[in-house]
């Protein structure tokens, strides 16, 4: 079972509208949750960190957090074309759990192509 | 802020040569510092953890003894590639991470591109 898992899409939206994109993981024990945003050839950058469950928003950036069903989801308001590109959910577990070093686990990413 | 660096941005070697990648934290201190490999298509893999001053923690299935980790200052980690293969061209991107900064958040560097002929 893979321990964080998102749809590998592509999810097409139009421009202008709401995308959203999931992520579910497996170890309970999971504090902090992260998207990436990481364009064609070039490394991730952070978007989003949440580590509380509801919801954080960020401009036109929205993360949702629910541990109990162990669910992790980005909205994106008012989509625009330079928003395309692949989305990388990721999770820490505790240091004491891991072995130290805040590792990340990421998932295999959700490509998202906002169409004019 | 939270600005790390890497250097170089892409390099080509020819096989059984050894390559070193520098990765910089520039305006803040990094107490930990992670390398990961992308293949195309693919997610990052983590292959290592450093802290600074001590030794690094290798992944599973990674051979410490080929891929050389160096933490030595707050700002600078070193990833040498010894000895490479083709099969070692990749995608390596460096992290950075400060609990004084933010509690676990890591901060990418640029990636390098490395080709081995």
């Known amino acids: 079972q893979k321990e964080v898992e998102q749809n590998s899409g592509p999810l097409s939206v139009p421009e202008g509208a709401i995308a959203s994109l999931n992520c579910t993981y497996s170890?309970?024990?999971?504090?902090?949750f992260f998207w990436y945003r990481q364009y064609s050839g070039k490394s991730p950058e952070l978007i989003m960190s949440i580590y509380s469950n509801g919801d954080k928003e960020d401009g036109r950036f929205t993360a949702q957090l629910n541990k109990a069903s162990q669910y992790v989801s980005l909205l994106i308001r008012d989509s625009q074309p330079s928003d395309s590109a692949t989305y990388l959910c990721a999770v820490t577990a505790p240091p004491s759990v891991t072995g130290g070093g805040n590792k990340l686990t990421f998932g295999t990413g959700t490509q998202l192509k906002v169409e004019l | 802020g939270a600005v790390v660096s890497q250097h170089p941005s892409r390099v080509i070697c020819k096989s059984g040569t050894s390559v070193k990648i520098e990765c910089r934290s520039l305006?803040?201190?990094?107490?930990?510092m992670f390398w990961y490999r992308q293949f195309p298509k693919q997610s990052l893999m983590l292959m290592a953890t450093?802290?600074?001053?001590?030794?690094?923690?290798?992944e599973q299935g990674v051979e410490k003894d080929k891929f050389l980790i160096n933490h030595a200052s707050l700002t600078l980690s070193t990833l040498t590639v010894t000895s490479a293969h083709p099969e070692d061209s990749s995608f390596y991107i460096c992290?950075?991470?400060?609990?004084?900064?933010?509690?676990?958040?890591?901060?990418f560097g640029p990636g390098t591109r490395l080709t081995v002929t």
């Open positions: 305006d803040f201190q990094a107490t930990t």
């Open positions: 170890d309970r024990v999971s504090q902090s």
């Open positions: 450093s802290n600074e001053g001590s030794k690094a923690t290798y």
């Open positions: 992290s950075a991470s400060s609990p004084i900064r933010s509690s676990y958040e890591q901060y």
